[in-house]
């Protein structure tokens, strides 16, 4: 059971609504955590009380309330109140570490199906499944590249999580993670699987003003993140075709404009802007050539992972990289 140590935190504001449905999926799993820690980042609704109730009969489930700060800051605010959670506990007594929003609902084998990705890929260092979003008729998919772990549920190997350097405590801290994991010689996934299906209960985007204003702020993030003019586009152009239809697609060339025109702050790392924008045109023109980052080793092969030189010296046998 020790490759079942798991650890989950929850930054939560005004959830009342949805965090009920969450708790219910969680208290369900055939693989529960060893603790679960909800961070109430200064909810105005019955958010903690509710939690306090789900604490009460779960010694596993605990409620860490934080000063209210007046307003829901998205992006770097989520991680600050997920740092706080993670300040709680010992990372080094858990194999893995997940962040997890306070508005969703999955199938009772969701932890235990994700655990077994990560047994079978030595490599796999993030991965969630896809997310669904009910438009009133019907759940739909949310199309995200699968080399992404989704937002809403990443789950980490500890020994990748500390590798990266965590998140980021700013907007696009969960794309910037993931292209971190490549350079660092780790695969980042979200697998077609609908045992890890995982159900908004709010629109992606919408838990602050609006879901345009979400659009803006993606397009403002993939600038700061460093994103390519000719992806940022690509991006803007693919997003029309999913509601709201057409005009979200505008606001994230709106949001990653006006970042231009106004020479907004960009992630200060360069040789991660440089990958980042390679990966970007390779996706856009297939022969476009990737230069190695520094983390692979002389042969052009990835940087070893800890864990496979663990694995290598107790023998254990492993398996090839999981494809769906």
Not at 91 to 100: E, N, Q, R, S
Not at 218 to 229: I, L, N, P
Not at 243 to 251: D, E, Q, S, W
Not at 253 to 261: P, Q, V
Request: charged fraction near 25%; hydrophobic fraction near 35%; glycine fraction near 8%.
């Amino acid at each position: 059971m020790n490759a079942r140590r798991y650890a989950v935190i929850t930054p939560v504001r005004d959830e009342a609504k949805y965090i009920q449905s969450t708790i219910d999926s969680m208290v369900a799993q055939t693989a529960l955590p060893k603790v679960w820690i909800i961070v109430d980042d200064g909810s105005s609704d019955e958010t903690p009380q509710v939690v306090k109730r789900a604490a009460c009969q779960y010694h596993w489930i605990r409620l860490h309330q934080r000063p209210d700060r007046g307003y829901r800051q998205v992006g770097g605010g989520v991680i600050e109140a997920f740092y706080d959670g993670l300040s709680l506990i010992d990372l080094d007594a858990f194999d893995y570490v997940c962040k997890l929003d306070g508005d969703l609902k999955f199938g009772a084998t969701h932890f235990e199906r994700l655990i077994g990705k990560f047994e079978a890929d030595e490599r796999l260092g993030s991965a969630s499944g896809k997310c669904f979003d009910w438009t009133g008729r019907a759940w739909i998919p949310l199309r995200t590249n699968d080399r992404f772990s989704m937002g809403a549920c990443k789950f980490y190997r500890t020994t990748c999580f500390r590798d990266i350097g965590g998140f980021v405590h700013t907007v696009m801290w969960d794309g910037i993670d993931c292209h971190r994991c490549r350079m660092k010689g780790w695969e980042a996934r979200s697998f077609h699987d609908t045992e890890l299906s995982l159900y908004e209960l709010r629109p992606m985007g919408s838990s602050d003003k609006s879901v345009l204003e979400g659009r803006l702020r993606w397009g403002r993030g993939q600038y700061f993140m460093g994103t390519h003019g000719l992806y940022a586009l690509a991006i803007a152009c693919y997003r029309m075709f999913e509601r709201p239809f057409v005009i979200g697609g505008l606001c994230i060339l709106a949001g990653f404009i006006s970042a231009w025109l106004c020479r907004a702050e960009r992630y200060d790392d360069p040789e991660f802007r440089r990958c980042l924008r390679q990966w970007q045109l390779s996706r856009l023109f297939p022969f476009h050539r990737i230069t190695r980052p520094h983390s692979a080793d002389s042969t052009g092969e990835p940087r070893k992972t800890p864990s496979s030189r663990s694995n290598r010296k107790r023998g254990s046998a492993v398996t090839a990289t999981h494809r769906s």
